[in-house]
């Protein structure tokens, strides 16, 4: 997909309040309703609908009246409201060339202030199999799943979780930097995919490290699920890096022999065929590498899962086993029906290199960009239920009071929910805290959503709340009015 950062630089702030608008309301609609956005975005004077024009323009969002008119995020615009934020944070100034395009993912160049270049990742989870998703009748019953955002924000926060994990114990894996909805920073790895290498000085040894390393994950309690050639980086000294981890599982996943038994066949096939290693060759070296006794393959079953469980500590860590479930439903549906058409034309593309750019910091750090969730942005319900993120930052954030003139009621009214700049959260701050935090930033939230929604139905009071007399006591009624209001 194209990633032209050049628009980045003339944005405005108003633009940013918008699209952050956009990505609020895509928490609980597909697609937003114009009067909602210009209600959350809260600028004078209809400035929202020509925002909104201009947005459009630069294909950072969508515009959708098939059933009313509505707006959602594009790829595009979700990307530009991470890499803001993390511009913002200071965690890069400069987007650079693309370095690698996988199947849901779009990987770049970045450089910091100091010229020292990592790589990011923007997950796009949907991206290859948004129709043969679409298409699934019990995936579109939980609609949840479904959003996108929602996924493509879990992919990156799961990556980035178990990328950390696994280098704080010494897998050769990039470093964890950051991450923010979708995107992950991480260091660059110096080397090639294995599938591009065709020649090694010591392919006996590289196999054995490899195998190693899938025996070892699982000794930490985990399985790639992924581990092939395109996944392990090789550098000039052999030297193996494991890249790409949101489908990772734990060995206690009911179908984990299955999982580790395909990793370690993957490896076994692309040696046997890239470098001429035999099957016996192969075996033997095995053999050696579990139990030796030779002649026989890695074993799920004789693994010693006794160095630490990983995933235990993940399941800890910001990655909840409810998400590693959502995660999992996503990644089976996805296996199920592959189909490589989508129906995003305006997120899909080649992969183009693009120049690098300084990213112009006057608007990057507005903090008007902040007005919504920061990790969680517009993904989903996620960050209600959860509200956890990568740096357990993710909270509603808002402009400075005052810092846009123009930007009023709907964001201030929501009080103390609207703190402050990214960075300035303290990341440490108590857990409890962030807790009730957060639920009472949601109560807040949805209340704000329900005013909003009455007001897009022209300021009348909500059908549920008109025919509230009809059936008091009951409930049931009024609730699904509600509910039905709720989904437009
Ligand atoms: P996907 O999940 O879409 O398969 P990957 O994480 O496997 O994405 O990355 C796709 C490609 O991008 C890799 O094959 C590799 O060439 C490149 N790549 C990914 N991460 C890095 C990194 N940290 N450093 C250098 N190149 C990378
Ligand atoms: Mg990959």
Known sequence: MKLDVNALRYLTKDDFRVLTAVEMGMRNHEIVPAELVDRIAGLKHGGTYKVLRNLLKNKLVHHDATKYDGYRLTYLGYDFLAIKTLVSRGVFASVGRQIGVGKESDIFEVATEDGTVLAMKLHRLGRTSFRAVKSKRDYLRHRRSFNWLYLSRLAALKEFAFMKALGDHGFPVPTAVDCNRHCVIMSLVQGYPLVQVKELQNPDDVFDTILGLIVRLAEHGLIHCDFNEFNIMIDDDEKITVIDFPQMVSVSHCNAQMFFDRDIECIYKF????????????????????????????????????????????????????????????????????????????????????????????????????????????????????????????RLESPPSGSNGDAKEPLESEGKMLSQEDGDNDSSSNDDDDDEEDAELTKKLNRQRKKAIAAAHGRRRPVSSRNAYKDKGKGTMNSKIQRQACKW
């Open 271 to 394: 040696f046997n065929k890239r470098f001429n290693l035999t099957s016996e060759k192969n075996e033997e070296q095995a053999g050696s590498e579990s139990d030796g006794e030779g002649n026989s393959r890695p074993s799920f079953l004789s693994v010693k899962k006794s160095a630490g469980s990983l995933d235990k500590e993940l399941a800890a860590s910001g990655f909840t086993r409810k998400e590693q479930v959502e995660m999992e439903k996503y990644i089976e549906q996805d296996a199920e029906g592959h189909d490589s058409s989508s129906d995003d034309d305006d997120e899909i593309g080649d992969a183009v290199p693009i120049d690098s750019l300084k990213i112009d910091q006057d608007h990057c750090d507005e903090p008007d960009c902040n007005l919504a969730s920061r990790d969680s942005g517009g993904a989903g319900t996620f960050s209600e239920e959860h509200g956890t993120s990568c740096s357990g930052e993710d």
